[in-house]
């Protein structure tokens, strides 16, 4: 999404792993115009037994272009997501 420094977004998912650990999640990802990562904010999926709702909301730094939704589980872990929304 293109943003400007101080726009909140906030993503919600429905997720669950086939197990705890190692860490998976999800997160917002904030770059500059350039592509240079300038930061995240994200929040793990942890549920195993069930389909659960997960949010998390984040605010662009300072030389924001663009904000990205992202997932991120191990080679080792199965994560179910379902929902995406980010707004």
Do not use: C, H
């Not at 400007?4 to 860490?23: D, I, M, N, Q, Y």
């Not at 999926?45 to 069930?50: F, H, P």
């Not at 709702?53 to 663009?66: H, L, M, N, R």
């Amino acid at each position: 999404y293109p943003t400007t420094p101080g726009e909140s977004f906030t993503l919600t998912v429905r997720g669950k792993v086939s197990s705890a650990t190692p860490w998976s999640g999800v997160g917002i990802q904030f770059f500059d115009a350039s592509y240079t990562n300038l930061g995240y904010s994200s929040v793990e999926i942890n549920a195993t037994s069930g389909f659960q709702q997960y949010t998390i909301t984040a605010v662009a730094p300072a030389g924001a272009a663009f904000a990205q939704a992202y997932s991120w589980s191990d080679v080792s872990t199965i994560m179910y997501l379902d929902d995406f929304s980010m707004t």
